[in-house]
C-alpha cells in the first residue's frame, strides 16, 4: 500500500538510529560528488596532454595528426623558433626536412617544409616505469629563443601530433 505524502528516502533515513544518519548522509553526498569530479579530472588531463598539438595547429577543437606523408618522419629538421613553452614544447617553422636513408618511414617528408612543428624532449626511461623527459634535451628547449635558427635531430612522435628531440644540438651555429 502507498500512503500520500510517502517519502521512502526520508523514512528510511528516519529508521536509523539518530548518530548514524549524518555519517550516513555524509558518505553518500562524498560518492555522489566523487564520480563526476574524477571524471571532469581525467578530462582535463586528456586536455592537457593534447595541449600542445592544440596549441600548433590553432584550433583548440579537434586534435591535429601530421598529414599522412609524413608521419613516422626521421631526420633532421631546419628552421625558426616560433615560440618556445615553460613547459618545454618549441615550435618551429620548418624551412628544411633530410630524412634518415636508414630510419625514417615517412613517404613525402618535403611536405613538412613550411610547416610549423611542436618539438618536445625525448622521454627516456628512468627508475621503476616512469618515463623521464631528457633533461639536456628540456634545459635545450627551454632555453631557445623566438627567431634563433635551428637544426634539429628529430622523429615523429608514434601519435602523429608532435615531434621528439633526438639529439641536442651541440654546434654553436646549430642553434
Known amino acids: 500500500m502507498c500512503y500520500k505524502g510517502f517519502n521512502a528516502s526520508k523514512n528510511i533515513l528516519n529508521l536509523l538510529p539518530p548518530m548514524i544518519r549524518p555519517l550516513l548522509t555524509a558518505t553518500l553526498l562524498s560518492f555522489a560528488f566523487a564520480i563526476p569530479s574524477g571524471a571532469q579530472d581525467s578530462e ?48 618551429v617553422k620548418v624551412s628544411k626536412a633530410e630524412a634518415d636513408a636508414a630510419k625514417n618511414k615517412a613517404t613525402k617528408p618535403e611536405s613538412l617544409v613550411g610547416m610549423t612543428i611542436v618539438v618536445t624532449p625525448l622521454a627516456k626511461k628512468g627508475e621503476g616505469a616512469e618515463s623521464v623527459l631528457d633533461a639536456a634535451a628540456l634545459a635545450y628547449v627551454k632555453g631557445s629563443r623566438v627567431g634563433d635558427p635551428v637544426t634539429l635531430d628529430v622523429r615523429a612522435s608514434s601519435k602523429g601530433v608532435v615531434f621528439r628531440l633526438l639529439k641536442v644540438p651541440t654546434a654553436a651555429g646549430a642553434k
Open 44 to 91: 582535463k588531463d586528456k586536455e592537457k596532454q593534447t595541449e600542445p598539438a592544440k596549441e600548433a595547429s590553432g584550433d583548440s577543437k579537434a586534435v591535429p595528426s601530421l598529414p599522412e606523408g609524413v608521419l613516422n618522419f626521421y631526420g633532421k629538421v631546419t628552421g625558426t623558433v616560433e615560440a618556445v613553452d615553460a613547459q618545454g614544447y618549441m615550435k
